[in-house]
C-alpha cells in the first residue's frame, strides 16, 4: 500500500507503508513511563508513535488500571465483560501501543537501583501521579536529576505541582467541572454538559509532549535536562480563557448558547428534517449564500442582518428564521443547496460513521484495531497518528505489551543484568 501527500512546499512525498523505509524523528530517545490511566499514558503513546523507545513501567500486582476498562476485545470480537485470559481491554489497545512493557514494584525497597539504572538510560521521564507521590517514595526530580542531570522530567499533575490543589481528586470530569467548560456546553437553565470524550484528559498530554520536546531541545543547546510541569486545570481553563465569555456575558450575551454561536451568527447546528447540519456562516458573504439558498435574497437588505454586528443584536430572530427553513429539507437537500451557494456546510455525524471516513482512514489518522494474537477480529477502529512527515514516519504500528512481556529485553538486553538477578528480583516481588 503507499500513501501520497503533498509537503509544506507543495511537492509530492510518498511513502510506503513498511515503517523501516524512512526514519523516525524521535529515534534514540528512550522515555521511561511511570504513567498510568489515560492522560500520561496518551502522551507516552505519541511519543512512541513519533518514535522514541518508551518503556512503560508497570506493578507487577495491579497494573495499569485501564487493563480492566470495558470493553474488551476477545478472539471472537468485542465483549463486555471479560471471559478469556486473552480478552484485553480496548483502552489498553489504544493506548499500549509502540511500548515495551516492564514490571516493577516502586515501593518496594529493592526497586530503586533498578529505577536508577532506568534513569540512567533515559533521555525523558513522565508520570501522572498524584502531586508528591514520587517525592514520598525518595524518586522524585531532585533524585532523578541527581543520577542524570541531562534528563526531561515530565509531571501531569490534576493542579500543578505548586501552591494549594483544594481537596478535589484530579479525574476528567472533575476537571470540565472546575475548569468552567461544562458550563460553555448546552443552554441556558439546562444542566452542565460534559464534552462526550474525556477532553482534559486528551488535551493535556498535547501540551506535555510539546513542553518535553521543547525540555530535549533545550538540552540540546546547554547539556541540562529540567522539570517540566504540566496542570490539567491549567491546560482546560486556559483553553476555556480563549473565548470571551465574560465580556459576551457582561454586554448581554450569554455563555451557554446551546447549538449556535452568537458572535459569529449565523453560525452552529440547526435541524435538518432527517437530523442536523452545521453552517458556519460569519462573513457577510458566507450569511448571504446562506439568504439565497433559503430563498429570501432580501434579508442581505435587512437592517437586522445586514453585518455581522447588525446580526449578532438580532441573533435569536437570525436562528429562527433559518431554522424554520432547515427543518423542511433533509441533510442531503440542505448540504446541496447550501454548498452551491458557496456556504460551509456538513451533516452532523455520529462516532461510527466519523471514524470510518475514507478520508482519515486512507491517512491513517483512525486505524482498525488488531488484538495481539488473534489481529483484526472485528469492526473497531481507534486512534491512528495525525501527523504526516515528508522525510519521516509515524504511526501506531506496535502492539500493546502484556504486563511485564519486555523484562527481559529490558532488564537483560538494556540494563545488563544478568539472568540470575532478574530471577531473584522476580522472586523477592520487586518486578
Not at 8 to 21: F, R
Not at 156 to 185: P, R, V, Y
Not at 247 to 274: C, H, I, N, W
Amino acid at each position: 500500500m503507499v500513501a501520497v501527500y503533498s509537503t509544506p512546499e507543495g511537492v509530492t512525498a510518498t511513502t510506503m507503508q513498511k515503517p523501516t523505509l524512512l526514519p523516525r524523528p524521535l529515534e534514540g530517545v528512550t522515555v521511561l513511563d511511570l504513567t498510568i490511566a489515560l492522560a500520561g499514558p496518551f502522551a507516552t503513546l505519541i511519543l512512541g508513535g513519533l518514535g522514541a523507545r518508551i518503556i512503560k513501567v508497570e506493578n507487577p500486582a495491579t497494573g495499569d488500571p485501564a487493563r480492566s476498562n470495558a470493553p474488551y476485545l476477545g478472539q471472537h470480537g468485542a465483549k463486555l465483560v471479560r471471559e478469556t485470559d486473552d480478552d484485553i481491554s480496548i483502552s489498553t489497545i489504544n493506548r499500549m501501543r509502540n511500548k515495551l512493557g516492564v514490571t516493577l514494584n516502586l515501593k518496594h525497597p529493592q526497586s530503586r537501583e533498578v529505577f536508577s539504572d532506568l534513569v540512567r538510560t533515559s533521555d525523558v521521564l513522565v508520570e501522572n501521579f498524584s502531586r508528591g507521590t514520587l517525592d514520598r517514595l525518595g524518586l522524585g526530580y531532585s533524585f532523578v536529576r541527581e543520577l542524570n542531570p541531562r534528563i526531561v522530567h515530565c509531571a501531569l499533575t490534576g493542579f500543578g505541582t505548586e501552591g494549594d490543589t483544594g481537596s478535589a481528586k484530579a479525574f476528567d470530569s472533575i476537571i470540565q467541572a472546575l475548569s468552567g467548560l461544562m458550563m460553555t456546553s448546552g443552554s441556558t437553565g439546562e444542566p452542565p454538559v460534559r464534552v462526550g470524550v474525556p477532553f482534559a484528559d486528551l488535551v493535556t498530554p498535547l501540551f506535555a509532549v510539546i513542553g518535553i520536546l521543547s525540555a530535549l531541545k533545550m538540552a540540546d543547546r546547554t547539556g541540562e535536562g529540567q522539570f517540566v510541569d504540566v496542570s490539567m486545570l491549567g491546560v482546560m481553563t486556559s483553553l476555556v480563557a480563549c473565548e470571551s465569555f465574560d465580556a459576551m456575558e457582561a454586554l448581554g450575551v450569554p455563555v451557554r448558547t446551546g447549538q449556535t454561536m452568537p458572535r459569529l451568527a449565523p453560525f452552529g447546528t440547526y435541524k435538518a428534517s432527517d437530523g442536523y447540519i452545521a453552517i458556519c456562516a460569519h462573513q457577510d458573504g458566507f450569511a448571504y449564500g446562506v439568504f439565497n439558498a433559503m430563498g429570501k435574497p432580501e434579508l442581505a437588505n435587512d437592517d437586522r442582518f445586514r453585518t455581522r454586528d447588525h446580526r449578532v443584536k438580532h441573533v435569536a430572530e437570525l436562528d429562527a428564521l433559518i431554522e424554520v427553513w432547515t427543518q423542511t429539507l433533509s441533510k442531503a437537500d440542505l448540504l446541496n443547496t447550501l454548498e452551491a451557494a458557496g456556504v460551509p456546510c456538513a451533516e452532523v455525524r455520529d462516532p461510527n460513521t466519523a471514524l470510518r471516513d475514507p478520508r482519515v482512514v486512507a491517512r491513517a489518522e483512525t486505524v482498525r484495531l488488531e488484538h495481539p494474537q488473534h489481529g483484526v477480529v472485528d469492526e473497531l477502529y481507534g486512534m491512528g497518528l495525525p501527523i504526516k512527515f515528508s522525510a519521516a514516519t509515524a504511526e501506531y504500528d506496535q502492539p500493546p505489551p502484556e504486563m511485564g512481556e519486555h523484562n527481559h529485553k529490558v532488564y537483560r538486553e538494556i540494563l545488563g543484568y544478568s539472568p540470575e538477578r532478574i530471577e531473584e528480583l522476580r522472586s523477592l516481588g520487586v518486578i
